[in-house]
């Protein structure tokens, strides 16, 4: 991009197009800053230097000694802006920009001879001289006296925007799709129930679209089975912390748990009164974190435990609003967005499933919540809740400057301890520290990069 012959000389910069932001009315200030903090973090350890310049309804990012190619990965990734335009940032004068549309298209005529164009310029700036519709003309004749290329004002090959500002314009032929969406953290704090397949993940990162800033709680089902799921999860929160300021993982060791269900006579009930067990344990950590709401990949009818008498009784159980993103969505759709994501290649690793962990044969469609609460008094709820979250590890997968680090210490709202069933590149579940799950025992490095 910035190496075409002609175009090296040039300043350049990216124009990022608010999204929902812009409707907000007189909230909008508020928005727009955390939208502006979010793209800061986006921006750490990027290397050189960078800058930001507020223009109603546009951000402008630009910097020194970073490819601009490197600005726009960051910026693609930020929630709330739905465009993405690297440009070219010049005087706003009639001879500047003129003189930097012949540059622009005659670098693209390079690889594309005999293209057509056209010329869309705005005047933010209403002090310019000319008017919108006189600029596009007057840069338009430039471009034609210079290098004869056609105009097709219907279906250009080339569409040069031209933005005028006060003191600088903005070219550019290149509209990316940003994230769209609310700012992260806008709509507050929620914990996404993370699991190795697709739902999960997806639901999460529709929720941070959302404007919700989202940790993680991945239940495995140590010490009955192996620590691939505990990777898998790592790798798909580092994967989802790329759209926003890093959220911590929590993994829950169930297996202990389960098997206490399967001997207080869940039998058929067993998935079920699994997922209400889930679901009181989040909303157990989630009071600790701060969040107010649990997200959930569940799609209605998909399986047996997601009908709706299913997911109406293990609601019952939640003490917190729990957040469906995928309720109607079919499973190519999902499939599709995990790839646009970027978490479909790690959520076909395989993996133990905790799910399936002393399953039954046959799974109830038509669960009770007072069928469930039979259950669960012979197992003693609220200590086993305690117990579980006690021996729960804390993650950090992710971090903003490249870095993966776990919470040493147990100040993350009280959430410290191990994970039970881990192999020796986790920790295990004797150790009195946490350690980093490397990414790369996974077998799903290149995935989670």
């Known amino acids: 991009m910035t190496g075409a012959p002609g175009l090296a000389r040039h300043r350049w910069c990216v124009l990022l197009k608010h999204g929902e932001v812009f409707l907000k009315g007189r909230n909008k200030a508020a928005f727009q800053d955390r939208l502006h ?8 350890g990027v290397g050189g230097s960078t800058w930001i310049k507020y223009e109603p309804n546009v951000t402008v990012l630009g910097g020194q000694g970073v490819p601009v190619e490197e600005l726009v990965e960051r910026a693609r990734r930020v929630v709330g802006f739905s465009l993405v335009q690297p440009a070219l940032r010049v005087p706003s004068t009639v001879d500047d920009i003129g003189a930097a549309a012949v540059d622009a298209l005659g670098a693209l005529r390079e690889t594309r001879p005999g293209l057509s164009f056209a010329v869309h310029a705005r005047r933010r700036d209403k002090t310019f001289p000319l008017t919108s519709s006189r600029l596009s003309a007057a840069v338009g004749s430039h471009v034609q006296r ?19 500002a006060r003191k600088d314009s903005y070219l550019s032929w290149l509209r990316l799709p940003g994230q769209g969406g609310l700012p992260v953290g806008s709509s507050g704090r929620a914990l996404a129930l993370l699991s190795g397949g697709y739902d999960s993940p997806v639901a999460a990162h529709r929720a941070i679209r959302r404007g919700l800033h989202c940790d993680f709680v991945h239940f495995t089902g140590a010490p009955y089975t192996d620590p691939s799921s505990t990777y898998k999860a790592y790798a798909l929160a580092r994967e989802l912390n790329r759209y926003q300021p890093a959220g911590q993982l929590h993994v829950v060791a169930l297996g202990t748990a389960q098997k206490q269900l399967a001997l207080a006579g869940a039998e058929k009930l067993q998935v079920v009164a699994q997922r209400r067990l889930m679901v009181r344990t989040a909303c157990a950590l989630a009071g600790r974190l701060g969040a107010e709401a649990l997200v959930s990949g569940d799609n209605l009818g998909q399986v047996a435990s997601q009908t709706l008498t299913n997911l109406g009784t293990v609601d019952e159980a939640a003490e917190l609003p729990v957040l469906r993103p995928l309720l109607g969505w079919e499973k190519q759709e999902i499939i599709d967005e995990a790839r646009s994501v970027g978490t479909a290649e790690i959520s076909v690793l395989p993996d133990e499933d905790c799910c399936t962990l002393l399953a039954p044969r046959r799974v109830t469609t038509g669960a009770r919540p007072a069928e469930l609460a039979r259950v669960e008094r012979r197992i003693g709820m609220d200590d086993l809740i305690d117990e579980l979250l006690d021996g729960a590890q804390c993650l950090t997968p992710g971090r903003v400057d490249g870095t993966s680090e776990t919470d040493d210490t147990d100040g993350t709202a009280g959430v410290s301890g191990t994970a039970a069933g881990a192999s020796d590149s986790a920790p295990s579940a004797g150790s009195s520290r946490q350690r980093t799950i490397p990414p790369a025992a996974t077998g799903a490095t290149a995935a989670a990069r």
């Open 37 to 44: 903090d979010n793209l800061r973090l986006a921006l750490r």
């Open 146 to 164: 210079e290098l004869g290329l056609p105009v097709d004002l219907s279906t250009p090959d080339v569409d040069l925007t031209v933005e005028v």
